[in-house]
């Protein structure tokens, strides 16, 4: 996915404006494996998938507990580092050689103090991302693991294919066993 749909995603810019944005972008390449955003840090960069696919996770006495998978076109962000400058909670790990949008939140700052279509931007932006962990916690307080496994498989029908069964168990909060025993209830 490109930058201009990437951004056009989250909310219609003019030309102007997004040219602006554009300009503190940068397209980086990181390896399967990169662990993009660590927990206990202050990050300082925003990234958009371009193509590959990451895990956000937290260490939980030396378990890792996969709590959201990023595909093309969504947003690898620390929100706790993007909105208050504070450590971040999470892990963010690419599962697959990756290209990405880089964007450093100082610069994006700067550009919502100067550009007013740029902040609706960003509002927007942090809007659509306080609605994905909303539902995510929905998800995983009001559904069984087999619904929330539909759920994962509907929004992200090739995931299956792309990411080790294990983070998926870890993801939905049971073992790989009983993920083996959604599967074969389910086909």
Not at 88 to 95: C, K, M, S, T, V
Not at 105 to 129: C, M, P, S
Request: charged share 25%.
């Amino acid at each position: 996915m490109n930058i201009d749909q990437i951004l056009d995603n989250i909310w219609k810019l003019s030309a102007e404006s997004k040219e602006k944005l554009k300009s503190n972008i940068e397209q980086v390449n990181f390896s399967k494996g990169v662990v993009l955003l660590k927990a206990g840090k202050i990050e300082k960069d925003v990234y958009f998938m371009k193509k590959g696919i990451a895990r956000a996770y937290v260490e939980q006495e030396n378990n890792e507990v996969t709590i959201c998978f990023l595909a093309e076109g969504e947003t690898a962000i620390s929100m706790r580092s993007y909105v208050s400058g504070k450590k971040g909670y999470e892990n963010i790990e690419l599962l697959e050689n990756s290209e990405l949008y880089r964007l450093a939140t100082h610069n994006l700052q700067k550009l919502f103090l100067e550009d007013v279509q740029i902040a609706n931007w960003g509002r927007k932006f942090a809007e659509q991302e306080l609605i994905k962990t909303e539902e995510r916690f929905i998800s995983g307080q009001f559904r069984t693991a087999t619904e929330r496994y539909v759920e994962l498989l509907q929004n992200n029908p090739g995931l299956i294919q792309r990411v080790q069964l294990g983070y998926i168990a870890s993801y939905l909060g049971i073992t790989q066993v009983t993920l083996s025993r959604i599967r074969a209830s389910i086909k």
